[in-house]
């Protein structure tokens, strides 16, 4: 797979989760957010075991420790998302998130003495601020304790990235059914626990199968392929537009207003995607300018 495929595979995957935010407002009207992630972890953890067996994939060392890793990674970031945004703003919760798109290229440095790519991370800066724009444009910025679990949450959701880029030859189909099966491990405290409806409407039901099929299933096993060719600070970049298309399918399901910071948020993010793909180009060019140069 080329390096471009692997940034559509990580493109998408936002599109998916942008539709996403849509539907778990829906799913939240009906579950509690534990339920509702146990339900997506869980449902997605069996769909993700059938390809495994259909194909008769070998379940290696490798994909045990990086699947179970992520898994556990993946969960406790959802889980600190959750604990943040019942002390915080959704528009905060959602922007403090996003950090993780910085943190990426720094734990990279730190665990693998690799110095961020200057283009990289000039995008990453870039769809920073797009993501600050779409979700603070009608509140202030200040921390309280919601904050900085949310902060805990991103830090995690750059190490589950991260930890995806050391997955190597390993399947990614295995990878996948692994980590979301930790996943669904995990939840089950929690989930068992909480109070579970007694009627559910259509659009529940919808926004659950939407959530398992796509959002987790779909999307995850996008993510681990994709990582395997492509780098980590890139993958966060694009995964990080799922803000951008979270604000667009609100405008156009749920019409929601928009304000002129929000649009100017839009481009921004969308500038940061322009600038990851054109990354080999602009680098290939300053080489040859340096070549002249010499």
Known sequence: MSKQKANLYCLLTAVIWGGGFVATEMGLDSFTPFAFLLLRFAGGAVLAWIPVLLHHEKITKQALKIGTISGVLLYLAFAFQTFGLERTTTGMNAFLTAVNVICVPFIVWILYRKKPDPIVFAAAVICLIGIGCLSLSSGSFSLNAGDWLTLVCAVLFAGQIVSLSKAGSASATVI????????????????????????????????????????????????????????????SILLGTES???????????????????IVGGLLIFASVLLVEAAPAIEAFLARKRVRQA
């Open 176 to 235: 996948n059914a692994v980590q979301l099966s930790v996943a669904a491990l995990c939840a089950l405290p929690f989930g068992l626990t909480t109070t579970w409806p007694s009627h559910l409407e259509g659009s529940a039901i919808l926004s659950v199968l939407y959530s398992i099929v796509l959002a987790t299933f779909v999307c995850y096993w996008l993510q681990t392929t994709a990582q395997q060719y492509t780098s980590p600070a890139a993958c």
């Open 244 to 262: 951008l298309w979270g604000n667009l399918f609100g405008f156009l399901i749920l019409h929601e207003a928009k304000t002129p910071i929000m």
